[in-house]
């Protein structure tokens, strides 16, 4: 059974520093990963999604890696703002109609 | 972008009563629809997989016929959790499923809609 880990549950950096906020999933048997981000009490909205034959996709200040082989992912923030600061959801696929497995999040806040 | 909404985002309801919560794709078609519910601190639960026209698929632990899902076209899914406890209080997530020729498989997820029993 395919379980989503990510580390740490909880993040909080000065704004203007880069971070890494990391995932792992136990079988590396995946279709795809995403990285979703969700603010207080609201849904989700899609920020990366990384084909299993990719290693890393790009948008803006975001930089999401994937190495399938160890069963991980990172999400890299350059130059975080306050704005950055939401609950960043990993997920993973494992095949092109299997469903999305969640991690528990990691809660960033970026202090001005 | 692919929108879905949600209706209503909050509701609070007294034990006993039924409550009726609406999936739409505003701007495409949707093959699958999925309802999520979304715990303090935990991930995202999947409880069942809706496609048009046919009967939904519950995850292991789901009652379906206290959270009972309709998905009546390729826009429109309902949920209706029946007579509604306290404990079934959580965040309620709708996500879609896009059909789009030659492009990348992706889930669009709605706003969400929390729960309070009274």
């Known amino acids: 059974k395919q379980e989503v880990t990510q580390i740490p549950a909880a993040l909080s950096v000065p704004e203007g520093e880069n971070l890494v906020l990391n995932c792992s999933f136990t079988?590396?048997?995946?279709?795809?990963l995403q990285w979703f981000r969700q603010d207080p009490g609201k849904g989700l909205t899609s920020l990366l999604l990384?084909?299993?034959?990719?290693r890393e996709q790009t948008s803006g200040r975001l930089n999401a890696s994937l190495d399938k082989s160890s069963g991980r992912s990172t999400l890299y923030i350059a130059a975080s703002q306050p704005g950055d600061s939401a609950t960043y959801l990993c997920?993973?696929?494992?095949?092109?109609?299997?469903?999305?497995?969640f991690g528990k999040g990691t809660k960033l806040s970026v202090k001005p | 972008g692919a929108v879905v909404s949600q209706h209503p985002s909050r509701v609070i309801c007294k034990s006993g009563t039924s409550v009726k919560i609406e999936c739409r794709s505003l701007?495409?078609?949707?093959?699958?629809m999925f309802w999520y519910r979304q715990f303090p601190k935990k991930s995202l639960m999947l409880m069942a997989t809706?496609?048009?026209?046919?009967?939904?698929?519950?995850e292991q632990g789901v009652e379906k016929d206290k959270f009972l899902i309709n998905h009546a076209s390729l826009t429109l899914s309902t949920l209706t959790v029946t007579s509604a406890h306290p404990e079934d209080s959580s965040f309620y997530i709708c996500?879609?499923?896009?059909?789009?020729?030659?492009?990348?498989?992706?889930?669009?997820f709605g706003p969400g809609t929390r729960l309070t029993v009274l």
């Open positions: 996500s879609a499923r896009a059909i789009v020729a030659g492009a990348v498989d992706t889930q669009y």
């Open positions: 079988d590396s048997a995946i279709y795809n």
């Open positions: 990384i084909q299993s034959s990719q």
């Open positions: 997920a993973v696929r494992g095949g092109s109609q299997g469903n999305l497995i």
């Open positions: 701007d495409f078609q949707a093959t699958t």
């Open positions: 809706s496609n048009e026209g046919s009967k939904a698929t519950y």
